[in-house]
């Protein structure tokens, strides 16, 4: 491979996320939903919660949207009014946030991972295989990773076949959907976080989900609120799970109404690696459906055991990339110490992902030549 030196000044840096950039576009938008919030005098679980809490279900196509701290907690709030409790179990990804499996660990429930299929999502066969080794289960969880929706169909009918609940992870899945499907059209919910990296970020913590059900709502907006269903009642214990005011306002003011926007941003530059990436050392990972996906994050596959150097070259060129993820959950230290040592022959797929995967920079205030960079950068990279 031919060295080409770029002098130092013309050398281009792709960062894996632009917040300066962010602000810039939305600062304004940003300062008056705070000043509204500040002269208010209500921080907490007043009209601005409430408002884009209407907002959001929406645009989820919802009926009721919960807002809450985090997408652990959605999770976890969710998954509380399936029912689940200490001891029960749940089958979900070992591809994914630690979060997706500490909302279940946090209840005392039990995991039970499946592999993944060549999407990096939940794989229905693999999903069948472990019902018929844990015929209990009492919840599938999966994970929309990467902005792409698992077969809800699929699991839609093994949940229904054992009396399973269905909880999405849609962290990284907003505004996403797959077979005119989107998160929540067949789970009983589905889980949101408004981490600053995800589609839909907050400037902070910030998570929601979405219900069909209005008991459920109101059930989820009590275990938010310290299991208090009304003033000084409290029928269950709780958590302290708010969505701040002010992170209810700028998501409704600034960064909803932007959303849009950045997904077809998001769709045009997955559009252009897709076509445009050729290195044969690189597989590409179009997901299910990749006009319709959320693109939260543009992975691909190296060849086994050239990820360091994959990760060298990016580096060299100025390119910021992620891995997603490199440690399957079951192989963790707190996972392994509690719960023991996952058998190495077990889920082929995730660990193909975890050992090969490289996330490349995708965000919505990319520009156009430094799209052409990451082309040529990728496209420079021969294994
Ligand atoms: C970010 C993320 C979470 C956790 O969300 P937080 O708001 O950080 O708690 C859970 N699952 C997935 C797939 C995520 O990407």
Excluded at 9 to 24: H, Q
Excluded at 271 to 291: D, V
Excluded at 306 to 320: P, S, V
Excluded at 336 to 362: K, M
Aim: glycine fraction near 8%.
């Amino acid at each position: 491979m031919l060295e080409i030196r770029v002098p130092a000044e013309r050398m281009i840096t792709v960062k894996a996320s632009a917040f300066d950039r962010m602000w810039s576009d939305c600062q304004s938008d940003v300062l008056k939903a705070i000043q509204r919030v500040g002269a208010s005098g209500r921080y907490v679980l007043g009209s601005e919660g409430i408002r884009f809490e209407d907002r959001f279900a929406s645009y989820s196509d919802q009926a009721h949207a919960v807002g809450c701290a985090s997408g652990l907690d959605a999770l976890e709030i969710a998954l509380r009014l399936a029912g689940v409790g200490a001891g029960d179990t749940v089958l979900t990804s070992p591809l994914s946030a630690f979060a997706t499996a500490l909302a279940i660990l946090r209840l005392g429930a039990q995991p039970v991972f499946c592999d993944v299929d060549q999407h990096g999502l939940i794989d229905p066969e693999a999903a069948v295989g472990a019902f018929a080794d844990h015929p209990q289960i009492r919840a599938i969880v999966p994970v929309h990773l990467y902005g792409h929706l698992a077969d809800m169909a699929a699991l839609r009918a093994l949940a229904d076949a054992h009396g399973a609940a269905l909880i999405e992870d849609a962290a990284q899945a907003v505004g996403a959907s797959r077979d005119g499907l989107s998160p929540g059209a067949l789970g009983e919910a589905a889980c949101y976080s408004f981490y600053p990296t995800k589609n839909l970020g907050c400037l902070g913590d910030g998570g929601a989900l979405t219900l069909a059900m209005s008991e459920q709502a109101t059930r989820a907006r009590a275990l938010r609120d310290y299991g208090q269903s009304a003033k000084y009642v409290h029928d269950e214990i709780g958590l302290n799970s708010r969505l701040d005011e002010l992170h209810a306002a700028t998501l409704t003011d600034a960064f909803l109404p932007r959303l849009d926007g950045w997904l077809a941003r998001r769709r045009q530059i997955a559009k252009r690696y897709l076509a445009e990436i050729s290195s044969e050392a690189i597989t590409l990972l179009p997901g299910p459906e990749p006009a319709s996906g959320g693109w939260h994050l543009f992975p691909v596959l190296t060849r086994p055991g050239q990820r360091d150097a994959f990760l060298a070259h990016l580096k060299a060129h100025g390119i910021g990339a992620g891995l997603h993820y490199p440690t399957l959950i079951c192989d963790q230290k707190a996972y392994v110490d509690a719960h023991g040592a996952s058998d190495p022959s077990q889920f082929a797929q995730s660990r193909r992902f975890a050992e090969t995967e490289v996330s490349l920079p995708i965000h919505p205030y990319l520009k156009e030549h430094e799209v052409d960079h990451v082309v040529a950068s990728v496209n420079a990279w021969d294994g």
